[in-house]
């Protein structure tokens, strides 16, 4: 069964998105989007890099809201 995304939220500067899942631990992954932009455009290379900075589980409450620090 696929959960699907619950929150999703983009930094102050456009450079990073965040997104919880819906699943019972409600993980989190923060992602750089340039890198994740210019590692999917080379799919030959491998281990090419996919933008991921972070992923892990979090509270097994609901998230209602994902925000960055203004300081980033």
């Not at 500067?13 to 989007?33: E, F, N, Q, W």
């Not at 972070?54 to 097994?60: E, F, H, V, Y």
């Amino acid at each position: 069964m696929k959960s699907g995304i619950g929150c999703v939220t983009i930094s102050t500067d456009g450079k990073k998105v965040a997104a919880s899942a819906l699943d019972d631990d409600h993980c989190i992954v923060i992602y750089d989007i340039e890198k994740g932009i210019t590692g999917r455009m080379n799919p030959t290379k491998k281990n090419s890099d996919d933008g991921l900075i972070a992923t892990g589980k979090s509270t097994r409450n609901f998230i209602f809201d994902l925000k960055f620090d203004l300081k980033d």
